[in-house]
């Protein structure tokens, strides 16, 4: 190889992690004014439970530059919602980082694998399951305790029994109410990703 095709390939790597970097930051920035639109399901969940759809670029970056890149998009959006809006002092950003990276990266893993409908699928299934455990754990040992402070355990305890009569603890609020809002909130998420895989899906191979 001479000295031109070193410079190409150098060019070339560098024009890649360019772009990388700046779709990141677009792709951060979408997420952050999506984490403003979010919505409770009345009736089901206790109201500081809500859906939104802010991990959806995160899945879109992960699919196009690999899973690490979507644990990126992560960190950055709940970074900057933790700098400027944060109401947790940074905790409730922390437990989404883990609890939606753990979404994002599983399926976007799933997906670089095979590059197909099948890799979409198969790690839609993969990472709402995974969503649901982490985010059950999370909740145990750090959200709820950390909320319990200030709200009262007591307090958002009873809001769960107010709706399902089968919560008595903090253990079966989060079977009862975080696992299930979790795995719907996944699912969502992944009517979504393969929404984006059969509307842009040639564009994220091609890249």
Do not use: C
């Not at 959006?77 to 933790?82: D, E």
């Not at 893993?109 to 099948?118: E, P, T």
């Amino acid at each position: 190889m001479n000295n031109k095709s070193v410079a190409v390939n150098g060019n070339t790597k560098g024009s890649m992690k360019t772009r990388t970097m700046v779709m990141m930051a677009i792709l951060s920035a979408i997420s952050v004014l999506l984490m403003y639109i979010e919505a409770p399901i009345p009736g089901v969940f206790p109201d500081f439970l809500k859906l939104d759809l802010s991990d959806i670029p995160a899945i879109l970056g992960g699919m196009a530059f690999g899973p690490f890149v979507g644990l990126g998009i992560e960190f950055l959006k709940n970074l900057i919602h933790g700098v400027t809006a944060s109401t947790t002092g940074g905790i409730g950003e922390v437990a989404n980082i883990i609890v939606a990276g753990a979404y994002v990266f599983v399926l976007t893993f799933a997906y670089n694998k095979s590059k197909n409908i099948k890799g979409v699928l198969t790690g839609a299934v993969l990472a709402t399951i995974a969503m649901a455990v982490v985010g059950g754990i999370v909740n145990y040992y750090i959200l709820l305790p950390f909320y319990g402070q200030f709200m009262g355990l007591d307090a958002i305890i009873g809001l769960g029994s107010a709706i399902n009569h089968n919560i008595k603890d903090l253990f079966s609020f989060v079977l009862w109410m975080i696992v299930p809002f979790n795995l719907i909130k996944g699912t969502i998420l992944s009517v979504g990703s393969v929404f984006i895989f059969k509307k842009v899906g040639h564009l994220i191979k091609k890249n």
